[in-house]
């Protein structure tokens, strides 16, 4: 008896590690898949150059997109971190421009602290109207959404913002364009903040808690969690990821409007689920939501490189191509 | 006939309204037409809908190889740092219609230009001589600087008259926002003389507003770029858009062929080139008539 | 263990003229309650009696209206949500209270992670985990998601979460409702343990038999109201039965009918397989009741899946009354007039936030329809049929499913299947859960419906319910039928001999 | 003990009709509150005129919204609306000037026949992607939507299609700006889908099933219903609705283009959620809906009305009012 009992077990572990195996490998099965696409497309497309570029300009979503990872793993969601952006890269450009500090290495640092505690806030504005005020995250976000972008729209006249300072923009420059031992930075930061970020899922109390949370909020609840706070604190690391975003985004461009980041927030949520995280809740996929990201910048970036689709149509292909890629995943984990 | 090896990238705003529908038409127009007259030519139109896209639409036309670079940009502020890194490596650039706060030629080598102040004033300037004591209303596009330097030339436009505006609120460029907004201004004005809408998609949506609520007091609306619509009803008398001011998608095509003749002809084009906000009245319209542009 | 041991036992919690009313409905009616250090403790009463609610104000999960609740003899107010954990009351919820995306290791340990360095130590918790479900005899994997689990193995993690816990109070709400004899074996074994320790135990269940093996008192609830606490040596099952139901029961078991040998075959299932189920062939005739017995994973309930069209078979066909059914279709399949009620009332019997009405008729909307509109009068003349065939009790009319007491979830999922007025029963578990007042009703009721000429497979965990029940008995090991035993043959030592493999008969 | 038990029923329909009642009166309740405002704001608000504008206007998000209600009782979630409604609106001009058929009065009815198949197949493309490809609807949908706005800036070519056939528009228009008794036809209209999709909901099978897959799929199957056949009908309806919003858009500008019904996709499922049915799915209030369209439509109009908010601020104000709003239906429903 014990003998066949054994043997079953054995049967039960094997099939769990190929099923939790196969779903995590999935999105990086669509990634490989891309990449071959994109080199059939044009030759220039595999050069570690346009790759680099990739990565790079992914890092906006990908790190928005880690952050959304907590909320949605909470089993909430936040389509405000588009407006978000705009409203923290106003506010942080603003400051900049206020002058109120001469020293350009001082005023540096304190405006990325600044910017720093103005995403957490604005993910705390969320996560307290969500919580708090019981409202649907979906409602309670869209309603911010409004309000932040409302703002920027305010604070910049209906035009641009831009950074005055020459000094400080040359200073600040590196941090989007630099290298770190021939990375660029923005590469080196996303590994950073997912690092951390699946650490902090995977390995922490925390963690533990939200995914109980997202997956069961009663059971949570039971378990003396405050599921309330947990909620909370995800949209706060939400807030802190729009923010690590938005450091990247000023130095990039110099200037933001109340058009900056428009539909972020749908790009975000795409990445987080082609990563293989449930909408539902209940368990996050860190670095499958990198991939994500990734995979959505590279169906653009081979729309550009190749010459042979109209322009129309760009849209209605990419919105296929995310389909496919969907299903590429759906047939890998059913077939395990 | 020079067999001369040359590419040229353009990245242009998403055909998302109207407007930038005859940008990307006009584009692929000249274009075509560049590619035949010089068969060493390549030229690779690229759009985008929003500026961060456009940014790497650049980088990834950049990423192809190319010797030139003309660029309309959705908003220029959060693109000169991409369009600066192109010109740092030595490629042409042409800089079409929507110029950042610092346009200079660390930024560009030509720059052509629609005049948004100027599309602003000559609406303001025809209302002013038209209609001297009127009461306008105002639906702005969307929140970005051109919007806001067609509001800055209308008010000097109508600077020194009579004219009042009444209100001001944003159509987005687009029909169904300026229908809206249109109806909200007739229940809230009893009496509007003049509309000025600043371009021809979101006259379609006043015109309609009006027409429902069926009031007589409005005088005629103002639009403006130069629609195959709106250029018609001018050219056919109508009462309601007596005039349009002229802001024409067909200027990228000029600078598209400008820079090509920087390369197959021996001038060497710099500097500025300004299109002019022509007011198209009922006698000039028959010249900016174009029936099969999709604008 | 004696009870004189116990009498002398300091009393460790107590409630006093306990009273508790839902939004206006009472429901307990000033209880009294007494649990000592060291014993084990039984409570029970019918369905919906109040047990549930009572164990849960004793463990702070309900505020009580009014009363009081003594620990270690000072009045106290228990906080809420599972933090009395912290004065070492810890309970097994009658409901599963699981995620279903955590492993059985994070259940384990959700809310009160094991860390170092605030990193989570996640070897030692799965350590811990398997140690305490070896003490469990629990095969259990610990890195099994929840979600994969069957529920029996559920419950056995719900156990194992409240054995780790160091508790001076456990209540166990009817944790062997889903348990065969071998876990109840170890479960008891371990608690008798853990008593000899000092740990206090409420437990409640409907199974009489446990009561009387592992208790040293009885208290007995009716309609809310507290009825008698006496130790339970004084007492016989059939005392305690009388105490809960308030009158005399006659004989549980009905006389079972023996169907005519040369009856029609109504449904015949010829070797189906399904990923664990191999070559499961039998049949049932018209009239029939047929028992199927085995333990726990031994894949009764996948084979029963397999046949209404749950999940797809691999191989193997379905015959109702000589006409194939396809493979996967549940609608067609209840069409022609089989049935399959689920042990799973939680998550695949009612829609916990729906009323009794709208679950009853699910089913069989298709009955209350005319010209495509339905008819709510005879959707209520359903309900209150329904209520009245199968004692259905609850003191608001407007409880949605998941408010309702536990046996009677169970009932309003008979009803509601047998709403279909199926042919061809298959019922799993069918008294998981249900007091023995309506365990005997549902027993008449289901040798009624064969005496009807429907046919009926009866699919149960419970030796002496099949024993009583059926007139043949298949029973099941590893996926495969192990043997059909008829007549005499059907005893609990034979069914037990083909459960353990130590005998088999080809099919 | 009889008498008991009729006296505590007696209790139970006293609380159960409080209870249900404010829940679906809560939107109700908002909107009433809303109107007051406005009144307050502008006296030419309260006039008749304006509030048959509004609710005019408010037709193509109501009637979507309406579809949107099934979708998401089923516990699903349609993105693409919005430019379903570009799809449709292009693909029935276009048939309108494609002059296949001569006679006018046939050619519109061919027309509208034409403009429900599509509808429908819209519809059902969107469920069968999400069902038998088992994709999340968000993703699902949101590459639907990206398919079906690409398609739409091809039909166009970027730029706008127009019905061309002035006899046609005359005899269209009415469609939009007629009344029938001094109603609008799109508020007839909206009502009579309104009362069609009540009566489905509450008292047909199919809706028993919408709303049994919606709280919980899996005793749905276990009860006999073909869980993917009620979702995949639900897309249907909601390809449904927006075909008759499409019916209502046309005549008014007799024209599309490819920004037509942007983000209408979230003011549908907005007014859904406002109008009390949550997205977790398993409950469907349809006039709760048609209630959430108008508060919307009437947030906006407020705004415009009003002369002391400036024009850069308004989005802010329509995000914070619609918070309030949830909070005000929380608090009224959090007291019954
Ligand atoms: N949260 C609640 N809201 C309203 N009524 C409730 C709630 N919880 C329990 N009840 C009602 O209280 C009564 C007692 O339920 P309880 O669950 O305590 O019964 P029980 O004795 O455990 O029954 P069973 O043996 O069936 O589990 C039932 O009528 C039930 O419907
Ligand atoms: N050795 C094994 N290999 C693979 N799967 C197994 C094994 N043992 C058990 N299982 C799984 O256990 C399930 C069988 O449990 P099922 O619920 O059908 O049994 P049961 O006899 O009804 O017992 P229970 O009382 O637990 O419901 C199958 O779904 C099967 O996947
Ligand atoms: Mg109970
Ligand atoms: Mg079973």
């Given at each position: 008896m014990s003998v066949n009992q054994e043997s079953s077990q054995v049967a039960i572990r094997r099939r769990s590690w190929r099923d939790?195996?196969?779903?995590?490998?999935?999105?990086?099965?669509?990634?490989?898949?891309?990449?071959?696409?994109?080199?059939?497309?044009?030759?220039?497309?595999?050069?570690?150059?346009?790759l680099a570029n990739v990565a790079t300009r992914s890092a906006f979503i990908a790190i928005i997109a880690v952050g959304a990872t907590f909320v949605i793993s909470s089993g909430d969601l936040d389509l405000s971190v588009g407006a978000m952006v705009a409203f923290i890269a106003s506010l942080m450009i603003l400051f900049m421009n206020s002058g109120v500090i001469a020293d350009p290495v001082l005023m540096l640092l304190t405006a990325i602290l600044f910017t720093i505690i103005a995403g957490a806030l604005c993910g705390l504005t969320n996560g307290l109207i969500t919580t708090v005020g019981r409202i649907e995250p979906f409602i309670a976000t869209l309603g911010t959404m409004g309000i932040y972008r409302g703002l920027t729209t305010w604070l910049?006249?209906?035009?641009?913002?831009?950074?005055?300072?020459?000094?400080?923009?040359?200073?600040?420059?590196?941090?989007?364009?630099?290298?770190?031992?021939?990375?660029?930075?923005?590469?080196?930061?996303?590994?950073?903040?997912?690092?951390?970020?699946?650490?902090?899922?995977?390995?922490?109390?925390?963690?533990?808690?939200?995914?109980?949370?997202?997956?069961?909020?009663?059971?949570?609840?039971?378990?003396?969690?405050?599921?309330?706070?947990?909620?909370?604190?995800?949209?706060?690391?939400?807030?802190?990821?729009?923010?690590?975003?938005?450091?990247?985004?000023?130095?990039?461009?110099?200037?933001?409007?109340?058009?900056?980041?428009?539909?972020?927030?749908?790009?975000?949520?795409?990445?987080?689920?082609?990563?293989?995280?449930?909408?539902?809740?209940?368990?996050?996929?860190?670095?499958?939501?990198?991939?994500?990201?990734?995979?959505?910048?590279?169906?653009?970036?081979?729309?550009?490189?190749?010459?042979?689709?109209?322009?129309?149509?760009?849209?209605?292909?990419?919105?296929?191509?995310?389909?496919?890629?969907?299903?590429?995943?759906?047939?890998?984990?059913?077939?395990? | 006939q020079e067999e001369k090896k040359v590419t040229i990238g353009v990245s242009i705003p998403a055909a998302d309204h109207g407007w930038t529908a005859g940008v990307v038409f006009h584009a692929e127009r000249v274009a075509k037409l560049l590619m035949e007259r010089n068969p060493g030519l390549h030229v690779i139109v690229k759009t985008s809908p929003d500026p961060a896209s456009q940014a790497n639409a650049v980088q990834d036309l950049e990423t192809q190889g190319i010797d030139a670079l003309v660029i309309l940009p959705t908003d220029p502020d959060p693109l000169v740092n991409a369009i600066k890194e192109v010109k740092d490596k030595g490629t042409f650039v042409a800089l079409v219609d929507r110029a950042p706060s610092v346009n200079d030629a660390s930024v560009r080598d030509l720059y052509v230009a629609g005049n948004n102040p100027a599309l602003g004033q000559v609406a303001g300037e025809y209302i002013k001589a038209t209609t001297?004591?009127?009461?306008?209303?105002?639906?702005?596009?969307?929140?970005?600087?051109?919007?806001?330097?067609?509001?800055?030339?209308?008010?000097?436009?109508?600077?020194?008259?009579?004219?009042?505006?009444?209100?001001?609120?944003?159509?987005?460029?687009?029909?169904?926002?300026?229908?809206?907004?249109?109806?909200?201004?007739?229940?809230?004005?009893?009496?509007?003389?003049?509309?000025?809408?600043?371009?021809?998609?979101?006259?379609?949506?006043?015109?309609?507003?009006?027409?429902?609520?069926?009031?007589?007091?409005?005088?005629?609306?103002?639009?403006?770029?130069?629609?195959?619509?709106?250029?018609?009803?001018?050219?056919?008398?109508?009462?309601?858009?007596?005039?349009?001011?002229?802001?024409?998608?067909?200027?990228?095509?000029?600078?598209?062929?400008?820079?090509?003749?920087?390369?197959?002809?021996?001038?060497?084009?710099?500097?500025?080139?300004?299109i002019d906000a022509t007011l198209v009245t009922e006698d000039n319209a028959q010249d900016f008539y174009f029936p099969d542009s999709p604008f | 263990m004696g009870t004189d041991v116990v009498e002398s036992a300091p009393v460790v919690l107590s409630a006093r003229r306990v009273s508790k009313s839902f939004s206006g409905v009472q429901v307990l009616f000033s209880v009294d309650f007494e649990l000592r250090?060291?014993?084990?403790?039984?409570?029970?009463?019918?369905?919906?009696?109040?047990?549930?609610?009572?164990?849960?104000?004793?463990?702070?999960?309900?505020?009580?209206?009014?009363?009081?609740?003594?620990?270690?003899?000072?009045?106290?107010?228990?906080?809420?949500?599972?933090?009395?954990?912290?004065?070492?009351?810890?309970?097994?919820?009658?409901?599963?209270?699981?995620?279903?995306?955590?492993?059985?290791?994070?259940?384990?340990?959700?809310?009160?992670?094991?860390?170092?360095?605030?990193?989570?130590?996640?070897?030692f918790m799965r350590a811990e985990t398997r140690r305490v479900l070896d003490l469990l005899g629990s095969h259990v994997d610990e890195n099994a998601m929840i979600g994969s689990l069957s529920i029996a193995e559920r419950q056995m993690v719900e156990i194992a979460k409240a054995i780790s816990r160091d508790a001076r109070v456990v209540f166990m709400d009817e944790p062997t409702a889903?348990?065969?004899?071998?876990?109840?074996?170890?479960?008891?074994?371990?608690?008798?343990?853990?008593?000899?320790?000092?740990?206090?135990?409420?437990?409640?269940?409907?199974?009489?038999?446990?009561?009387?093996?592992?208790?040293?008192?009885?208290?007995?609830?009716?309609?809310?109201?507290?009825?008698?606490?006496?130790?339970?040596?004084?007492?016989?099952?059939?005392?305690?039965?009388?105490?809960?139901?308030?009158?005399?029961?006659?004989?549980?078991?009905?006389?079972?009918?023996?169907?005519?040998?040369?009856?029609?075959?109504?449904?015949?299932?010829?070797?189906?397989?399904?990923?664990?189920?191999?070559?499961?062939?039998?049949?049932?005739?018209?009239?029939?009741?047929?028992?199927?017995?085995?333990?726990?994973?031994?894949?009764?309930?996948?084979?029963?899946?397999?046949?209404?069209?749950?999940?797809?078979?691999?191989?193997?066909?379905?015959?109702?009354?000589?006409?194939?059914?396809?493979?996967?279709?549940?609608?067609?399949?209840?069409?022609?007039?089989?049935?399959?009620?689920?042990?799973?009332?939680?998550?695949?019997?009612?829609?916990?936030?729906?009323?009794?009405?709208?679950?009853?008729?699910?089913?069989?909307?298709?009955?209350?329809?005319?010209?495509?509109?339905?008819?709510?009068?005879?959707?209520?003349?359903?309900?209150?049929r329904a209520r009245r065939r199968f004692d259905i009790r609850v003191r608001d009319d407007t409880i949605v499913a998941g408010r309702m007491s536990g046996g009677n979830q169970q009932k309003l999922l008979l009803a509601k299947v047998m709403e279909t007025d199926p042919s061809i029963i298959i019922i799993d578990e069918p008294t998981r859960g249900i007091d023995i007042g309506t365990k005997q009703q549902i027993y008449h009721f289901i040798s009624a419906l064969a005496r009807d000429g429907r046919s009926i497979v009866v699919v149960s965990s419970e030796m002496p319910e099949i024993i009583g029940l059926c007139s043949r008995v298949a029973v099941m090991r590893e996926g495969q039928i192990a043997g059909i035993l008829e007549g005499d043959e059907i005893s609990e030592q034979e069914i037990m001999r083909y459960a353990a493999g130590l005998k088999k008969k080809a099919a």
């Open positions: 939790i195996d196969l779903r995590a490998v999935a999105p990086f099965v669509a990634l490989a898949l891309l990449l071959l696409v994109g080199a059939l497309v044009n030759p220039n497309f595999i050069s570690i150059n346009n910049s006249q209906g035009g641009a913002i831009t950074l005055k300072e020459p000094q400080l923009q040359e200073m600040y420059r590196p941090v989007y364009f630099g290298t770190i031992f021939g990375v660029p930075v923005p590469i080196v930061v996303i590994l950073c903040v997912t690092a951390v970020a699946a650490f902090i899922l995977y390995r922490t109390r925390y963690g533990r808690h939200v995914v109980g949370v997202g997956s069961n909020r009663d059971v949570a609840r039971y378990s003396g969690i405050s599921v309330n706070r947990v909620r909370t604190v995800a949209f706060v690391i939400q807030g802190l990821c729009v923010a690590v975003a938005v450091l990247l985004y000023v130095p990039r461009l110099g200037s933001t409007s109340a058009t900056t980041g428009i539909l972020w927030e749908l790009q975000a949520i795409t990445a987080v689920v082609i990563g293989g995280t449930a909408l539902k809740g209940g368990a996050g996929r860190v670095w499958g939501t990198i991939c994500g990201a990734f995979i959505l910048e590279l169906v653009g970036n081979i729309m550009l490189l190749s010459n042979f689709i109209s322009e129309y149509l760009i849209g209605a292909i990419q919105g296929a191509i995310i389909i496919i890629a969907m299903l590429v995943q759906r047939s890998l984990v059913r077939k395990s | 001297p004591d009127a009461e306008v209303v105002v639906i702005r596009g969307l929140p970005i600087p051109i919007d806001q330097q067609r509001q800055d030339g209308f008010d000097k436009g109508i600077e020194g008259s009579n004219v009042k505006v009444l209100d001001r609120q944003y159509g987005n460029w687009n029909r169904d926002d300026a229908f809206k907004v249109m109806q909200d201004y007739l229940t809230k004005y009893p009496k509007i003389d003049v509309v000025w809408c600043q371009d021809d998609d979101m006259a379609v949506g006043v015109l309609q507003a009006i027409e429902q609520a069926k009031r007589t007091d409005i005088q005629y609306v103002i639009a403006g770029a130069g629609s195959k619509e709106m250029i018609k009803k001018v050219m056919d008398g109508d009462k309601m858009i007596p005039v349009d001011v002229l802001y024409p998608p067909a200027m990228i095509g000029t600078a598209l062929e400008m820079t090509a003749a920087n390369f197959y002809s021996q001038v060497p084009v710099r500097g500025v080139y300004t | 250090q060291g014993e084990i403790h039984a409570l029970m009463g019918e369905n919906g009696a109040g047990k549930s609610t009572l164990v849960k104000i004793l463990s702070g999960f309900e505020q009580p209206t009014s009363g009081e609740i003594l620990l270690d003899g000072k009045s106290v107010t228990l906080p809420p949500n599972g933090a009395a954990e912290a004065l070492g009351i810890v309970i097994i919820h009658q409901e599963f209270n699981l995620a279903e995306h955590l492993t059985v290791t994070e259940s384990l340990f959700l809310g009160r992670e094991v860390t170092r360095f605030g990193v989570l130590d996640r070897k889903v348990l065969s004899r071998e876990e109840t074996y170890f479960l008891f074994q371990l608690v008798r343990k853990l008593r000899e320790k000092g740990t206090s135990f409420v437990f409640v269940s409907h199974k009489l038999d446990e009561v009387m093996e592992l208790t040293d008192r009885v208290t007995v609830l009716r309609d809310g109201q507290w009825i008698k606490t006496a130790p339970t040596s004084t007492l016989d099952g059939e005392a305690i039965a009388q105490l809960m139901v308030g009158r005399e029961l006659s004989s549980l078991y009905p006389g079972k009918s023996e169907p005519n040998v040369d009856e029609e075959v109504v449904l015949r299932v010829s070797s189906v397989s399904t990923g664990y189920v191999r070559d499961a062939s039998f049949e049932v005739r018209r009239g029939e009741v047929l028992g199927f017995s085995g333990l726990i994973g031994s894949g009764r309930t996948e084979l029963m899946e397999a046949i209404v069209g749950l999940r797809s078979r691999l191989k193997g066909e379905v015959l109702v009354r000589g006409q194939p059914v396809p493979s996967g279709d549940v609608h067609a399949i209840n069409k022609a007039g089989l049935v399959y009620m689920t042990k799973d009332r939680k998550a695949k019997g009612l829609l916990l936030n729906a009323g009794m009405m709208a679950n009853l008729t699910l089913q069989s909307l298709g009955r209350h329809t005319r010209l495509g509109y339905l008819d709510p009068a005879s959707e209520q003349a359903a309900l209150v």
